[in-house]
């Protein structure tokens, strides 16, 4: 059974005096419990309580996958809020950030994690690595990834059996991205051995930096989001639609840093954010997609 406290042992607790402890019970704060007329206090629920209503930083880490709206959408913030704090992100890839969030390195995931044996987006590793402490995905918008070309592809590539059939060089993204996920279910969908693909092992770690890569031509293609491919000359082959959500610890959740971020996360405000967002689709931004 778990620990009761009495009104003076809530009192201490708190540093309050009795007199605001019953207040707070009156308001219907502080969790609490009536037994044979005398009022007690479930410590693991004060606990949380405590948590849910604290105020924290003023800044806010944000980890996870590497993406340029996300970047716009963060300085955004903290053009916004530069008086109060700022937000800063860590693009450490999807799996890297949900671990770096179970370990309470950051406040919030950015992810596209695709787990290849449900089909499901990202849902499927928050179950496995945040379950403990509960979570709250807001989804942040849709990206088309595909594969990023020479600008008049002159190899004819058409699709992921062309990348093995044809021995171009391929440059991949890092161990743990979203994007390095999605490329091996799409080869297992297909039936494709990942050892027939030239440069599989050669990793770069943002998609901006796949695209320089096939620019220069360190490489023929690479796998990532088509908004790169209209910064710089080159083709696109879209591939796949992914969801691209936010994740949020529960006891942060309703933290007024979390709120006052989560206000930005509004289809409207994004798109002033660029004229053109070309592979990103908004219809579900905002949307609540989990809360545990």
């Known amino acids: 059974m778990q620990e009761l406290l009495t009104t003076k042992e809530l009192a201490d607790f708190l540093r309050l005096n009795e007199k605001k402890v019953y207040e707070l019970v009156r308001e219907g704060g502080v969790p609490h419990v009536r037994i044979a007329g005398k009022w ?9 309580w405590i948590d849910e209503h604290v105020q924290r930083e003023k800044s806010i880490l944000i980890v996870g996958s590497d993406d340029m709206l996300m970047a716009r959408l963060v300085a955004r913030y903290s053009q916004d809020h530069l008086e109060r704090g700022l937000a800063f992100y860590a693009s450490v890839g999807s799996l890297n950030g949900i671990k770096a969030l179970a370990e309470r390195k ?23 690595y945040l379950a403990p402490q509960g979570y709250t995905v807001v989804n942040l918008w849709y990206r088309s990834q595909g594969l990023i070309l020479k600008k008049g ?40 051995d990942a050892r027939g693909i030239v440069g599989f092992d050669a990793e770069a770690n943002t998609h901006l930096e796949v695209a320089l890569k096939v620019f220069f031509g360190e490489a023929d293609m690479g796998l990532g989001i088509e908004y790169v491919t209209h910064l710089l000359p080159l083709d696109f082959v879209p591939l796949k639609e992914e969801r691209f959500d936010l994740v949020v610890p529960q006891e ?34 905002g949307k609540l997609i989990f809360m545990s």
């Open 40 to 48: 007690l206090f479930p410590k693991a629920h004060v606990e949380r």
């Open 106 to 128: 950051g406040q919030a995931c950015c992810t596209h994690l695709l787990d290849r044996e449900t089909g499901e987006y990202n849902l499927p590793f928050l179950e496995r």
């Open 153 to 192: 592809n002159p190899l004819r590539i058409r699709g992921l059996e062309d990348v093995v059939t044809r021995e171009a060089r391929f440059i991949n993204r890092n161990q743990g991205s979203g994007t390095r996920l999605l490329l091996e279910y799409l080869l297992r969908e297909r039936g494709l």
């Open 252 to 285: 942060l959740w309703r933290t007024q840093v979390i709120q006052d971020f989560i206000s930005h996360i509004d289809a409207q405000k994004i798109q002033m954010l660029s004229s053109m967002l070309p592979g990103y689709s908004l219809h579900d931004t």
